[in-house]
């Protein structure tokens, strides 16, 4: 590693540091959006922003945005984002990476005087996590126009609408069509993030090229049988929800486990009703997440879970609610864009990974309207939404000599054509 | 059915439904210990005990005492008992039938004016489902002299304590012990109670004798492992504290199906902290409820369900917690008060069923110091806790009718002793 990557992962390393000393609660990392840490960080990023030279603002959601405009006429923008908003007690990588590094980046490419071919718009997405208002990607939304003014009217927990937070830092609802970046003026979309996951760590790679982002089926399933005394009702006569559910939950795992290739399931919440430990369960709520990067087998796996499902419980004489609360499809990365990235992994002296994005990222709302890249940077153990969440300093200089390659492609690329 | 038998019933059932409109919220049944419907309740219970023709009272714990003094020098005591307290939304008859019916018992013999060879005192226990301060047995404890003192200090869910409760009633926590019945004065014990599970209803046969009380195991487990995001954690990296759990509960089903005869065994509540749809559950608990007739069986059952567990969690990576948090003992009916009880069914042209109760009773505290009776009363379809619970007033009469020869036949037993 070249002393120049060294010490720009270092500044950045400060950068995570200084940005996560901003939160809602001391000994945590909370930066939730529209909060007063919110507004407190994106007025550091911003100055970031401004100390690199570019065009700043705050636009009506919260994002932060800093503009380098070319100089040829007619000339696309390339956006570089992530978000800055967290997850309650996350880490302080997740987000924050990939907009520290994308500023330190632009700091290169002026260091160096060149004529760039596009613009180049740096955009800090202002919830990305969606944990006030239990809603994903506002920031990016926004930015691509696919913002929902219904969503306006949502409350948080202490009923405060998104409406109020908005104008709470001085922003106003209806403005917020007027930030979006028309479809025909990307050239396209890159983002930098933390894989979140452990194969990079297994793998001792530090970076990967993100294949898609899968889709998610989100399942919200209700087990109904007879509630009974745990005393007096025998094995033999029992219709019990929990042993029920137990029976799915295991064949899930299973049936994914058989499938571990294309495929992750999860029951994460599970609820029993009125529960005590004298009474066998009569009712069981629990949730099942299907993430998968292929459309097809995503919903082919999605049918197989539930026929596992209604096996199980009609076998039990329980019976079932099957609904599907949510559901977003796979997103393909750009095949150029690809290209471009893996030759610069390749120049870089590291092995090419490809992997799918088990989680969500701006980058799905806006592959809808732009061609979209992803590098995922190694963290440790895979763990995140965690204070132990870490990039290793080595790993944030190789990504950072892995996007310098990946920026030089594209001026490249594009200077051909002008 | 004699005629006489069924006009009984009839009453009993008037009385069932007449206490049963003595609630604390108007459309349900609830009488929890010391509230002004509880109080209610047993001055009611009181005026049927004066109408019989008994000494009444009520002791210090709030249990209606009915005494009918024996002539007999050196007579002991039977005593006639179930309880008035229910649970919230409870049924009609768990509890009120056995004192409604023992009331009843006592106006038959009454009516034959015969010299008792034994006295009889019916009571009303004030607090066997323990749902105010979880405890249970506490009118069963005072009588006994089993109650700890230091549950006075105990809190219901509004902070009052159970001192307060009892003064509220016009008692004093301090008289307490003055309310036993020394060890040396019980000639046995009699309860009738519904059945609260389904095997009369199956075998459809109105009444049982009471073989057992089970003794019962209740385990806290605590299941660790790792959390992790739903999305990004490969299948085979993954150490998900619900599918171990799911696993161990479906084993332990699974054991407690091949004891089926001797042995129940319930996960009643599982929960997970911090649960998210898309989060891998890291931490998960729940408890297990095992009850059994045989207390070695109980000790080795549950030794076996300790070893089901761990090998299920070693196998996947996972810690766990097993802390035992109750315990009670098998608690075995008299042989003599059995033997005149089954001759009672006998004459009464009914088929002699013997059940374990798998549900406590205020017999369990009686056991340790007196010989005990049980008549089951079967139940609809086993249910109980609930508003549907239901004796059919054929098996009331049914039971009134054994009740009868079984008094008889323990009156007839002490006479040729006297």
Redesign the interface.
Known sequence: MSNQHTYRAEKVVQRIEQLATITEERGCVTRRFGTPAFIEGAALVKEWMDQAGLQTKIDSIGNVRGRWQSNHSGAKTLVIASHIDTVVNAGKYDGPLGVIMAIDLIEQIKSKNISLPFSIEIIAFSDEEGVRFHTTFLGSQVITGSFNHEWLQKKDADGISMQEVIEGFGKNGTTLAQDAIPPNEWLGYFEMHI?????LY?KNIPVAIVLSI?G?K?IAVTLNGM???????????RS?A??A???C??KI?NY??QQ?ES????????Q?PH???????GEVHF?I?I?SGDKNFLNEATSSIHSICNEVVTKRNITIQWQLVQETDPVATDKNLKHLLRKAITESDIPVVELV????HDAVPVARIAPIAMMFIRCFK?????PLELAAPEDIAQALKVADAFMENLIDHYSSFS
Chains 1, 2 share one sequence.
């Open positions: 894989e979140q996951g452990p194969i297994d899968a998610q989100r509630a009974g005394h745990a005393g007096t009702v025998p094995m033999d006569k019990d929990l042993t559910a137990a029976e939950i295991l795992e994914a486990i571990k495929l992750v399931a999860t029951v994460g919440t599970l029993i529960s005590a430990g004298n009474v066998i369960p949730t997440d993430r994005s088990g989680a969500g895979g763990i995140s939404h965690n």
